[in-house]
């Protein structure tokens, strides 16, 4: 793969800050996608990310042997140079840290990692140059030229150049501080004292981003390569370069003690996830550390759990204004482009942080959700310029009942119970009394009904300017088994605080009533989609789709045994994958076989057949149910482990081709399927 330009373009690596920042790029080194850089800093955590620097470009100059080139840039008239993809002969993750590894010559290597600072817009890249044993004339120093390439600009967009456009530098010898232009935040790159930096100033055009090009997306820009670094490296030494756009450095980078001081990052790294790996022992039967597997996802899913500010005081409950606090967390739904959402936050929650021991961040997380109520929903988006919260949902709020429900039988909290059940039952009461965007209950059978003309209220939430891809207003069957599940928790909570339980007690009976009455789909064998669509009584959906299952996972009463059984085989002849669950059925004329194209298609394709990995979770759950055949279930998530090594080595993506050979798309990195093969793979071990 390495030495494979092709298939090293096709595979990333990324990591991360705990901040939303995140550093990235393709295996080979080239930018692949606008949003790849080796800082992308999240200036007003955790949105407006913005990529400062983009990559370096290493040369080695051996004596006697000349110089070797160890970058990789692609250019849009499609020119790769240099061509360092043939030097470099293997990449490995040492835990969660990318590790490159070039030969320069048969005796000699130079080896590669980048890790960031927890909590800190700062990325580390080290150099080890290793030499093989006895062979004595390679002990004669070699000169490290090091070219970083800078921007400055939102993640989600490109640059153009102008010869007349030039960054403003300071330099110091063996640091330098950029700025795009006077005001604009300042990136600070050093290295040890016996570095040299020389100011050039050049832009380089049309560096292309060949994913982008794939996603109908603008493919190329130009980057401004603000100078050099050189220096002299001898056989065991360690160089690191450190990007940082913190405005307080550490005072000992760039000093004599510089490596010293990358020694302690470095240290402190290393201590992180060995405390991730412990904390995540639950059982204290040292899992983590005995399966590969579980580590490897456990260090996967900590990349997508940041701080999330607090709503200051005198904050209106929608102004989305608040200060950063360390206490309080969120979910990145996927990397590269996604920020915190509401859904994803609390499906992702059980296998993030129940599923890896982190319970005070689980609390954290629930505290921030509910602090933003408003209309006794807790939000769907936090937009990426920190505006002000989105509500567009129908099914997050509803999901929190549960994630609290699955906390307190994890954890036997019952204190956070006590800080949030007025919250909780007071979103039942908008629900019940009816909320904005129609969404409310049908006195008539109990049922949540939503929708409102041009809005997206459900996970299957696609929209292409007015179009909504797949409204599925009316009642949706999974709005409605959640729906179903937070009124039995508010009846029992309701009844451990001594409250008069009669409200909650009489709206769970309804709905159990008419659920399966209304939903069974008899001629199918399966689960109606949504019923009364758009609001006209009788008109179903009978499109057969995944969102069925979470009925027989989360309230499998609803159901009879028969029914289940029926679902499942419906569910899985026509679903299932070996990467997860297609979002429609192939035999649905509105299936569409590829997930491609510009942003119409691609949105057009979302809910209407793409593979969704994180609806594994679901059906391992109802498999679980029905079959209690754990070995099955580990034979069937393995395609899903071997994702690990496709694609972003490391994590796994959001979506896949709904075709052979189901080949990986969309996000990069995304949490609820990280978070969900996590706790499925957890729940199906003997």
């Known amino acids: 793969m390495c030495r494979d330009v092709q298939a090293g373009l096709d595979h990333e690596w990324s990591v991360t800050n705990g901040l939303g920042g995140y550093a990235a790029g393709s295996l080979v080194g080239a930018t692949t996608r606008s949003y790849h850089g080796l800082l992308v800093a999240a200036l007003r955590p955790p949105v407006e990310r913005d990529v400062l620097i983009t990559k370096i470009d290493e040369t080695i100059e051996l004596p006697g042997k000349g110089i ?10 499609g020119t790769i140079d240099p061509q360092g993809y043939s030097y470099l002969d293997t990449f490995s993750l040492e835990a969660d840290v990318p590790c490159f590894c070039y030969r320069l010559d048969e005796n000699m290597t130079l080896e590669k990692r980048v890790w960031m600072e927890y909590a800190q817009n700062t990325t580390y890249v080290q150099y080890v140059l290793s030499a093989a044993p006895g062979k004595g004339e390679r002990d004669a120093p070699l000169t490290l030229t090091l070219t970083p390439y800078c921007l400055y600009r939102n993640y989600h967009s490109t640059t153009r150049g102008d010869a007349n456009w030039h960054f403003l530098g300071e330099d110091e010898g063996n640091r ?25 100033g050049n832009w380089f055009w049309g560096v292309k981003h060949r994913r982008d090009a794939e996603r109908g997306l603008p493919d190329s820009e130009d980057v401004y390569q603000p100078g050099t670094f050189r220096l002299q490296m001898t056989p065991g030494e360690r160089v690191t370069i450190v990007l940082s756009s913190e405005p307080q450095l550490q005072a000992e980078f760039g000093g004599s003690q510089h490596e010293v001081a990358v020694e302690k990052a470095w240290t402190r790294h290393q ?4 405390q991730l790996l412990a904390t995540a022992n639950q059982s204290k039967d040292s899992l983590p550390q005995r399966d590969p597997v579980l580590a ?15 709503r200051a005081r005198d904050s209106q409950p929608d102004s989305g204004q608040g200060h950063l606090s360390t206490e309080l967390k969120t979910v990145i739904a996927g990397y590269p482009w996604f920020t915190d959402w509401g859904r994803d936050s609390m499906i992702s929650l059980p296998g993030l942080l129940l599923g890896t021991g982190r319970y005070d961040e689980a609390r954290a997380l629930l505290k921030a959700f509910a602090s933003y109520t408003h209309g006794g929903l807790i939000p769907n988006r936090f937009p990426d310029s920190g505006e002000a919260p989105e509500y567009n949902t129908i099914d997050a709020t509803l999901w929190l009942f549960y994630v609290l429900d699955r906390y307190i039988a994890t954890t036997g909290d019952w204190s956070l119970l006590n ?7 007071s979103s039942v009461d908008w629900h019940v009394e009816g909320t904005i965007y129609g969404i409310g209950v049908d006195p008539a059978d109990g049922l949540l009904r939503g929708g409102t003309p041009g809005v ?12 909504v891809v797949t409204p599925r207003h009316g009642k949706p069957v999974e709005v409605n088994a959640l729906w179903y599940y937070a009124l039995t928790c508010m009846e029992s909570w309701a009844g451990r605080f001594s409250l008069d339980a009669s409200r909650f007690s009489q709206l769970r009976s309804k709905v159990r009533e008419h659920f399966a009455r209304r939903f069974w789909y008899d001629a199918g064998g399966y689960l109606y989609d949504v019923v009364d669509v758009e609001g006209i009584a009788g008109q179903h959906d009978a499109s057969l789709r995944p969102n069925q299952l979470f009925a027989a996972s989360l309230t499998p009463s609803l159901l009879t045994g028969e029914q289940m059984r029926s679902m499942l085989q419906k569910v899985t002849e026509t679903l299932l994958t070996p990467l997860g669950l297609r979002s429609l059925s192939p035999d649905d004329p509105s299936y569409c076989k590829h997930f491609d ?14 593979v969704w990995q994180w609806l594994i979770g679901p059906y391992v759950d109802v498999h679980l149910s029905v079959y209690n055949d754990r070995a099955a279930l580990r034979s069937l998530l393995q395609p899903l482990v071997q994702h690990l090594w496709d694609a972003c080595l490391g994590t796994i993506s959001e979506v896949a081709e709904p075709e052979p050979p189901f080949t990986p798309a969309g ?6 399927s990280v978070a969900e093969v996590l706790r499925c793979w957890r729940s199906v071990q003997v």
Not at 68 to 77: A, M, Q, T
Not at 296 to 310: H, K, M, T
Not at 667 to 672: E, I, R, T
Request: proline share 3%.
């Open 68 to 77: 070797l080139k160890l970058g990789v840039n692609e250019y849009r008239d």
């Open 176 to 200: 330098c501080r950029i700025r795009a232009y006077e005001g604009a935040p300042a990136c600070v790159l050093v290295l040890g004292s016996s570095a040299h930096y020389t100011p050039t």
């Open 271 to 274: 201590q992180r996830v060995q």
């Open 296 to 310: 490897r996802l456990i260090l996967a899913a900590d990349q997508f759990i940041v701080a999330r500010p607090a």
């Open 419 to 425: 800080e949030l059940f007025l919250t909780l039952s």
């Open 456 to 467: 997206q209220l459900t996970w299957m939430d696609a929209r292409v300017g007015d179009w």
């Open 597 to 610: 194209g510009n942003q119409q298609q691609r949105d057009g394709a979302y809910h209407r057949g793409t």
């Open 667 to 672: 996000c990069y990195a995304q949490a609820w």
